[in-house]
């Protein structure tokens, strides 16, 4: 991506959030000794920002510095971002670039994320962006904030501002004279916009950033301490359970709510519409009173769900959709005359985020206020649909990111907030904590949308790719909060009023949603990638980890090996002979180096992948092992090479790519959601089995560092590799290809009989 700050963390200033459809409805700016205070943009303020000078990443809407920062009295800095700690390490990366830019020590620095009524909005944390648009924004402010503390130094000790020296807050000039930045804050507000041409720091004056600093997030989840949303105890809480209806469409026709109110411990029992749910002193108490009123209540249920299984792929071909042509190129002169022609298709089920630890969200009402800390990924667009909901002002609303238990795309998170405040509305002012239970969250998250790849393409006498065709069949990959045209908050539409969900959108190129990754990121001559994207929703679907890349990857990817074997070119071979990205063969050719791959090899596969085709470059090779008798894969280790521009954190990245490799082969090898014509049959862990600890790979992640390129989020960036390897290696392996995922032992057993 190019920057057009040209900087090592540089992200394009007017890039929006992924997953999102449209530039954030509201602004958010931190006044100098208050609260920050949300407004709607006027026209007129829009025209007005669009002719000021661009600033990097998300500091571009965020304009004032005292959005970003805080210098305290005490000797500490606070830093304000929108993005959030979702397991990923975020915190702890911002945390280093800050202080560098600040020549702060770690310890000395707060972190505020994720609060309606504190941070800026910077969209949804997603789409591997959080470095390229945070993690800018505070280099940036931070450096000027530095310059700023400097200058007011230089005042004071009456010496130049190029001269003086800075270690962890303490400023020092040749003379021996010394001020710190905390007494020197009250001279320096930070209320003004920062300006265009400040310089931070070079990466060879970097000191924490490059390097594997501890986790600031780790230390609560080993210990006992309050680590999650779930840990939470307010004083005079009470506990909240949500009855779901069995299916999407279903309606409750009766159900004994003075039963449940006489139970023990019940304080309310809320009935609206076909939302239910129970609050009660006792978290063992609400779940008793739950599963009474799921025996007494009466639904209606109709027969609304797609087939299962293969007639499921045909099914969506026939399907009301929106088509587009994306990544098309006509270059006939370019191109030799085609001697040999593949076609295929890749299928992909719908899949479970799987998160270990239910949704859950504690809420309290006050004075007409309501407080809500919950696990979401986009605190400012729960609030707009909250909004909606509630029918309350988006004052009165305040939602705070508590870090939940599993998340990386859009599960329960979001749903579990506004469940926690209907039921919260109920109980007189006590705060409840409301959480989901193991089938609500198999049951009700949005799914990874099933998908349908085809694929075909011609090759020259030298066996070349010279026409190349990907035509996919998908679902929307976002339904997330805040839809301008409807609600995207599960309880919303069962309520007597209801808020109907918004319609089906596809995320733009260059991102994409259901066609992320399906633009090839080789040179072809001629291309062409069509998308039909399924406008009806009969299964919820949204935001799965990389929403389309997974699976386009999965065909695209299996497909080049294909072609390999089509062409007789060995498959890293056969890659690089259609790769012109100096940056994409290094990868391949360092992982291929690494492996020790060979060209006769069995029992090993070969990817790669441009996360969205502007991030970040992943190459992996991956041995299977075949029981014949099961049909199960297992797979023992896997070799990955990751360039992720500039390194800010070495041991982070590791975690979330191999953290992305490992979540892949769960996919990969067994994981799909089972359902009838009338509701979802996943509702616990035998229904669908992930992987297990002594299944987990052994992965080998080696880094390529460029300290003068930006930097590049990695958390989506292994598992479109991973999938496709996995499937290279099985048919290198036995000779026989599946195209069909997942790689369960009931298919691969089918297949090699």
């Not at 609050?279 to 797609?306: F, G, M, T």
């Amino acid at each position: 991506m190019n920057a057009r700050d040209n900087s090592m963390f540089g992200a394009a200033s007017n890039q929006v959030a992924d997953e999102s459809f449209s530039l954030p409805r509201r602004r958010f700016f931190k006044k100098s000794g208050a609260l920050a205070v949300a407004f709607s943009l006027a026209p007129s303020l829009l025209n007005a920002q669009a002719a000021r000078p661009a600033l990097p990443g998300s500091l571009n809407n965020f304009r004032k510095l005292d959005s970003w920062l805080a210098i305290n009295a005490d000797g500490t800095v606070a830093f304000f971002s929108g993005k959030v700690e979702l397991g990923q390490g975020i915190t702890t990366a911002l945390t280093q670039i800050v202080a560098d830019e600040l020549d702060i020590d770690m310890a000395r620095i707060r972190f505020v994320s994720g609060d309606t009524d504190r941070t800026p909005d910077e969209g949804v944390t997603a789409g591997s962006l959080s470095i390229q648009q945070s993690g800018t924004a505070l280099r940036f402010a931070a450096a000027e904030v530095r310059a700023l503390l400097l200058a007011a130094a230089a005042q004071k000790l009456g010496a130049p501002a190029e001269s003086l020296q800075v270690a962890d807050g303490t400023v020092s000039s040749a003379s021996g004279g010394k001020a710190t930045y905390w007494e020197l804050s009250g001279s320096v507000p930070l209320g003004r916009e920062a300006t265009p041409g400040v310089k931070p720091k070079t990466a060879a004056q970097h000191k924490v950033v490059g390097k594997s600093v501890p986790r600031r997030d780790i230390p609560a989840k080993v210990t006992g301490g309050e680590a999650y949303v779930q840990d939470m105890r307010l004083p005079g809480m009470v506990f909240g359970r949500v009855v779901r209806p069995p299916s999407l469409t279903a309606k409750l026709q009766s159900v004994d709510e003075a039963a449940a109110r006489a139970m023990p411990g019940v304080v309310a029992v809320i009935r609206d519409g076909s939302f239910l749910a129970v609050a009660a002193e006792r978290e063992e108490q609400a779940i008793a009173a739950r599963y009474a009123l799921s025996q007494s209540a009466k639904w209606d249920v109709p027969a609304a769900l797609p087939p299962m299984g293969p007639a499921l792929f045909a099914h969506m071909k026939t399907q009301r959709s929106t088509d587009s042509v994306v990544g098309k190129k006509d270059n006939p002169q370019a191109a030799a005359t085609a001697v040999k022609t593949l076609k295929a298709e890749y299928t992909r089920p719908f899949q479970s985020h799987g998160s270990i630890g239910p949704s859950c969200a504690v809420a309290q009402w006050k004075d007409g206020k309501v407080t809500i800390w919950t696990h979401s990924q986009g605190v400012f667009q729960l609030r707009g649909d909250l909004v909606k909901v509630l029918k309350v002002p988006a004052a009165n609303i305040n939602c705070i990111h508590k870090e939940g238990s599993g998340c990386y795309g859009h599960n329960g998170a979001d749903d579990v907030g506004l469940d926690a405040a209907l039921v919260a509305r109920a109980t007189n002012g006590r705060p409840v904590k409301l959480q989901w239970m193991r089938e609500d969250e198999f049951g009700w998250e949005p799914y990874g949308s099933a998908m349908v790849m085809n694929m075909s393409a011609g090759l020259d006498a030298n066996g070349k790719i010279v026409d190349y065709t990907h035509e996919l069949w998908s679902h929307t990959h976002s339904t997330r909060p805040y839809d301008p045209d409807g609600s995207n908050l599960l309880a919303g539409w069962h309520l007597a009023t209801p808020v109907p969900m918004g319609p089906a959108k596809n995320i733009p190129q260059p991102s994409g949603g259901s066609d992320r990754n399906a633009v090839p990121y080789y040179t072809f001559p001629q291309q062409k990638v069509i998308n039909h994207m399924l406008m009806d929703m009969p299964i919820r679907v949204s935001a799965l980890r990389t929403l389309g890349a997974y699976a386009n990857l999965f065909a695209a990817e299996s497909f080049m090996d294909e072609l390999a074997e089509a062409a007789g070119a060995d498959p890293v071979e056969f890659r690089l002979r259609h790769l012109t990205d100096p940056r994409a063969r290094a990868v391949l050719e360092k992982v291929a180096a690494d492996a020790n791959w060979k060209t006769g090899d069995k029992h090993r596969g070969v990817s790669f992948s441009r996360y969205k085709n502007i991030g970040c470059y992943v190459a992996a090779i991956v041995d299977i092992e075949i029981d014949r008798a099961s049909g199960k894969l297992s797979v023992p280790r896997i070799a990955m090479v990751g360039d992720v521009g500039l390194i800010v954190n070495p041991d982070g990245i590791i975690n979330q790519l191999e953290g992305g490799a490992i979540q892949s082969t769960s996919w990969t090898l067994g994981e799909q959601v089972s359902y009838d014509n009338r509701q979802i049959l996943t509702k616990s862990w035998s229904d669908y089995p992930v992987l297990t600890y002594a299944e987990v790979p052994k992965v080998k992640t080696t880094l390529i560092n460029r300290p003068s390129d930006p930097s590049l989020g990695v958390g989506e960036g292994s598992q479109g590799p991973v999938v496709a390897a996995i499937a290279n290696a099985f048919a290198r392996s036995s000779g026989k290809r599946l195209r069909d995922l997942p790689l369960a032992p009931a298919r691969v057993k089918a297949l090699l009989a």
